[in-house]
C-alpha cells in the first residue's frame, strides 16, 4: 500500500499549481460559454473539493471544461435564461449518477492507449499554439478557447499566432522568459528541484507581479495593462457577493428542451471525463487503476451542486490532470487542495489575483504543454510499430484540428480499421486448474490479441485469488497489442505483489522486451 501521508508536501506544492492553472481557465471557459464569470469559479470550487472527495481518482482535477463550451452557449441561449439552463445541468448531474450505476464507465477500458496517448500528445500541442499569443502580449483569444476554429471570430488557431506578431508587448514578452526561466530552473538546478518548500510555478507568478509592479511603479511602457492580467470580478459588498449565485428554475422541469440539453451534457461530460481519466492512468507513475464507474458517480453530484448554486457543468480535464502530475501530486489530496485555495482565494484576496499577468500563467501552461507533446513520445510511438504510430498520429492531427472527442472517434476508427484488418477473431483462452490458492492458473493467449481483450484480461488478473501460481502462454501468439502487453507488464512488476502470485510467462516474442518485467518478478 502506498503512504499516502508521505506525499502530503508535494501534493499541496501541487495543488497551488494547479490553483495558479484553473483560475484563468475557469474564468476564460466561463466567459467563452456565454455564462457569468463566477459561475467558472463554482464549478472549479465545487470539482475539487466535491468531487475530490468523492472520486476514486488519486490525479483528476474536475472542473469547468473547454469541450462543453459550444454546447453551454447554444444552450443558454436556446433555454431562454440562464437559470433554465442550470436545471438542466442538474438533470445532467442525475442521468451520469445513473450511468455510474449501471457500470457505463467501463467503456473505458476499450479505449486503445495509442489513441489516449495521441489525445495527450495533441492536448500538448494545442496548449502550446494557444498560449503562444498570450506568451507575447496578444489576449484577444480568451484562456477557454481550445478549438482550431475559435469561437466568434472565425479565426484559428495559426492565424492568431500569425496576428500575435503585429501585437508584440514587449513587457509580456519579458514576463514570460523570465518565468519560463524560473520554472526550466526548478526542474535542471538540482537545489530549486531538490527544495521542496514552495513550486517553481508560484515564484514564477510571484516575479511576474513584482515585475509588472516595478513597470508600473517607474511610469515604463513595459507595464501590462489590466486587460492581460487575471481579471476576476470583484463584489463590492456582501449582498453583491451572494448575487452572484443563481438558482436553478425548476419550474421549467416539464420542458423537453431541457431534457435534451441535459442527455447532451451528461453523455458528453462522461464521455470526456472517462478519456480524462484513461489519460490521467496512463500518466500516473504509481499505476493505479480508476474505477471508472465511481467517478461517473462522483461527476453527478458535482454537477448537481454545482448546477444548484449556479455553476457551469464540470468534467475531468485533461489540463488540470497534467499540471497536478507533472507538479508532483500524487493523491487526491493535491486535488482537493486546489479547490480549497481557489475558494480562499477568490474570498479574499481577489484583487492581488488580478495583478497576475497571463503571460505567467502561459509560461507555465507552456511547461506543460512541451511535457505532454516532447520529441521523445513522438520516437517512442514510432518505434513501436505502424499499429501503434499510425493511429496515435492520426489522433494528434484530427484532434488539433477539430476537437478533443471528434478527433479522438477519428483515432478510435483508424485503430479499429488497423485491428480488423489483421484480426477476424480476436481471443484469449483462459483455463482454471483449481479454483484454490497455491494452484496453478493458464492463460493461453490466441493467436492474435488486440485492446479489445484489454477489459477482460484486466478483469481476469484481477480475480485470481491469493498465493497462486499464473502461466500466461504466448506460444500460438503472432501479435499482441502494446496496451495488453503493458497490462501484463503492470501485473508482473506491481499487481502480482499485492496477492504474492508467482507468474511466470512463456512464448513471448523478443520484440516484446518483456524480460525485465520477468528479472524483476523473479528477483523479488
Known sequence: MDNKSAY????????????????????????????????????????????????????????????????????????????????????????????????????????????????????????????????????????????FIEKGTGHNTFSAIIDAINYFHFGAIIITLVSLTILIAFNKVAFLKNLKVVPGALVAVIAGVIINEVFKSTGSDLVISQEHLVNLPIPKSFDDFVGQFSRPDFSALLNPAVWIVAITIAVVASIETLLCIEAADKLDPLKRFTNTNRELFAQGAGNILSGLAGGIPMTSVIVRNSANINSGGRTKVATIAHGIFLLIAVLTIPTVLNKIPLACLAAILLMIGYKLASPSVFRHMWNNGKYQYVPFFATVVAVVFTDLLKGVGIGLVVSVFYILRANLKLAYFFEKEAHHEGETITIKLAQEVSFLNKAAIKQTLNHLPKNSKLVIDASDTFYIDHDVLQLIRDFLTIGSKDKNIQVSITGFKDEYKMEFAVQHVTSH
Do not use: R, W
Not at 463566477?38 to 465545487?46: D, H, R
Not at 479505449?111 to 492536448?123: D, K, Q, Y
Not at 494545442?126 to 503562444?132: D, E, G, N, V
Open 8 to 147: 502530503f508536501k508535494t501534493d499541496i506544492q501541487s495543488g497551488v499549481v494547479v490553483f495558479l492553472v484553473a483560475l484563468p481557465l475557469c474564468l476564460g471557459i466561463a466567459l467563452a460559454s456565454g455564462a457569468p464569470l463566477f459561475a467558472g469559479v463554482i464549478s472549479g470550487v465545487i470539482g475539487g473539493i466535491v468531487v475530490g472527495l468523492l472520486s476514486h481518482s488519486q490525479l483528476s482535477v474536475t472542473g469547468p471544461a473547454a469541450g462543453l463550451t459550444a454546447i453551454v452557449l447554444a444552450a443558454i441561449s436556446s433555454l431562454g435564461s440562464y437559470e433554465t439552463f442550470l436545471l438542466a445541468v442538474v438533470l445532467a448531474g442525475v442521468l451520469q449518477i445513473l450511468l455510474g450505476i449501471v457500470k457505463a464507465g467501463t467503456i473505458s477500458n476499450y479505449f486503445p492507449s495509442n489513441v489516449i496517448e495521441g489525445m495527450l500528445t495533441a492536448i500538448g500541442i494545442i496548449i502550446i499554439l494557444k498560449q503562444l499569443p498570450h506568451a507575447v502580449g496578444y489576449d484577444v483569444d480568451n484562456e477557454g478557447d481550445f478549438f
